[in-house]
């Protein structure tokens, strides 16, 4: 096994294009694969680790904005969201608008109900391209 210890990669026709192969017939582009953003945060303002995130808009009971450092390129990014609390209760977080270049809206409830409640923690994740 060989060990590649290195501070840039750079693409050898491109500067954004980095091809790897994943087995003898599957290619992918690195860059496409990777997470431009992720956050953990709490019920309020707080942000507990992340990538890419300026801050943390609390719009009321389970409604919050993550905004981000480096904007997508586009609306047209992939959001994945999560949530978890303490008590017994499945909690759900949702999108709470469209997402669009610079932020997204989320919401989180319980499974069970619509109602808006905060949780313990709530994770954003966006893939995308970056402007």
């Known amino acids: 096994m060989s060990t590649l210890l290195v501070n840039t990669l750079t693409g050898a026709s491109t500067s954004d294009s980095i091809a790897v192969t994943e087995s003898s017939s599957v290619t992918t582009n690195l860059q ?22 300026s801050s943390i808009g609390d719009n009321g009971t389970g409604d919050h904005t993550v905004y981000w450092n480096n904007d997508f390129a586009s609306v047209d990014w992939i959001p994945t969201m999560s949530a978890r609390n303490l008590s017994g209760y499945m909690r759900i977080a949702t999108p709470y608008s469209v997402p669009n270049a610079a932020s997204q809206r989320v919401a989180t409830n319980v499974a069970t109900s619509a109602t808006l409640v905060d949780v313990t923690s709530v994770h954003v994740i966006g893939h995308g391209d970056l402007a």
């Not at 694969?33 to 890419?52: C, E, T, Y």
């Open 32 to 53: 496409d694969g990777l997470a431009k953003g992720w956050v953990k945060m709490d019920a309020g303002q707080n942000i507990q680790v992340s990538f890419n995130v």
